[in-house]
């Protein structure tokens, strides 16, 4: 019994040396080289589908786990309300408009009138300087005894007159004027509340347009919780559109694990789905924070209490398109992954 141990120990210790040794040459030559994580998780950038308008849910398009392309109607909002709210909006920038151009016929109505009573000031003024004319050649030939001062009376009575009218003519512009302000000033305002009119009516067909809800994009439909007949509040979740063929890795690699990597890395993935169908991919991006960083509450280490603990920064990785047969990419499913920091990006 002893020699049978003291030829086992030997052959023992022997075969741990040479598996110490291979596992050394392997690990120098390639091991080292390799850096792993089994904290790793399939990720997507989910829209969450919610009502823009309030109302009665009158069609649900779509059943759970369905495919769906980019702008296909999921949901439909009774719209007769929103009908009418744009129609009655329709009808105030008619009318505000049919105001808006009577105001502007008004404005051109006033600079004729403004030409007008500018053409009898002109001829007012013209028949006022005559009759002071008269009315000096009559008290000159008064002075020559070859007119009565009757005649000198009449042609000062016909300048006053003239005068007068001058006056009368002059106030007739300003009129045309204040007139012509005033219809700009219509003009405008009618303007302005065109302008709020048509503001409402593009609002209305927004909401009109909102009462029929789309998919953002091509994806799975997921945690649908709307329901027809259910009445829908404006901002109300009612379904997760998942963009499964734009799905992405987020490792979570220790904080002494990243010092090699660089973007465009090429990684080796194994989903826990699919363990035996190796995946290839690249790195992404690095996080620019730590996981920790982006919590709630980010721990604060200017403290007496300070515990050392080694952070994990998240990595995205992109997987190679297309995937292998019967693989799909689920968010939340776990992955193991590998990166190779001998191969530099685009190797």
């Known amino acids: 019994m002893n020699r049978i141990r003291n030829h086992i120990f030997p052959i023992l210790v022997g075969a741990l040396a040479l598996a110490a040794i291979g596992f050394g040459i392997w690990w120098y030559l390639e091991g080292r080289f390799w850096q792993s994580t089994d904290n790793a998780y399939v990720e997507a950038d989910m829209a969450?589908?919610?009502?823009?308008?309030?109302?009665?849910?009158?069609?649900?398009?779509?059943?759970?786990?369905?495919?769906?392309?980019?702008?296909?109607?999921?949901?439909?909002?009774?719209?007769?309300?929103?009908?009418?709210?744009?129609?009655?909006?329709?009808?105030?920038?008619?009318?505000?408009?049919?105001?808006?151009?009577?105001a502007g016929s008004r404005?051109?109505?006033?600079?004729?009138?403004?030409?007008?009573?500018?053409?009898?000031?002109?001829?007012?003024?013209?028949?006022?300087?005559?009759?002071?004319?008269?009315?000096?050649?009559?008290?000159n030939l008064l002075k020559q005894g070859f007119a009565t001062r009757a005649t000198v009376d009449q042609r000062r009575a016909d300048a006053e007159s003239t005068a007068a009218l001058v006056a009368e003519r002059r106030a007739g512009v300003a009129a045309a004027r204040a007139g012509r302000d005033a219809a700009s000033a219509d003009t405008g305002g009618a303007g302005a509340a065109l302008k709020a009119a048509v503001a409402a009516r593009d609002a209305a067909a927004l909401?009109?347009?909102?009462?029929?809800?789309?998919?953002?994009f091509d994806g799975i439909v997921g945690n649908r919780t709307v329901r027809q007949g259910q009445f829908a509040r404006q901002g109300q979740q009612m379904m997760v559109v998942v963009p499964v063929s734009q799905a992405y890795l987020v490792a979570n690699f220790k904080e002494t694990q990243i010092g090699g990597m660089a973007p465009g890395m090429p990684v080796e993935v194994r989903l826990d789905a699919w363990p035996d169908r190796p995946l290839k991919g690249r790195i992404d991006s690095l996080a620019p924070a730590s996981g920790s960083r982006f919590s709630v509450i980010p721990p604060e280490?200017?403290?007496?209490n300070f515990t050392r603990i080694v952070q994990r920064v998240p990595v995205k990785i992109v997987l190679d398109r297309p995937l292998p047969e019967g693989v799909h990419l689920t968010p939340g499913i776990s992955a193991d992954v590998r990166v190779d920091l001998r191969r530099q990006p685009g190797e």
């Open 48 to 102: 969450v589908i919610a009502a823009r308008v309030t109302g009665y849910v009158a069609a649900v398009d779509v059943t759970d786990n369905q495919t769906v392309t980019a702008g296909q109607p999921l949901v439909n909002i009774v719209d007769i309300d929103y009908r009418a709210a744009l129609a009655r909006a329709e009808a105030q920038v008619e009318q505000l408009a049919r105001a808006r151009g009577a």
């Open 107 to 139: 404005t051109i109505a006033q600079a004729g009138a403004i030409t007008e009573a500018e053409a009898s000031l002109r001829a007012a003024e013209a028949e006022a300087r005559r009759a002071a004319l008269d009315v000096g050649r009559a008290e």
């Open 207 to 216: 909401d009109l347009q909102d009462t029929v809800i789309r998919a953002p």
């Open 301 to 304: 280490n200017a403290t007496g």
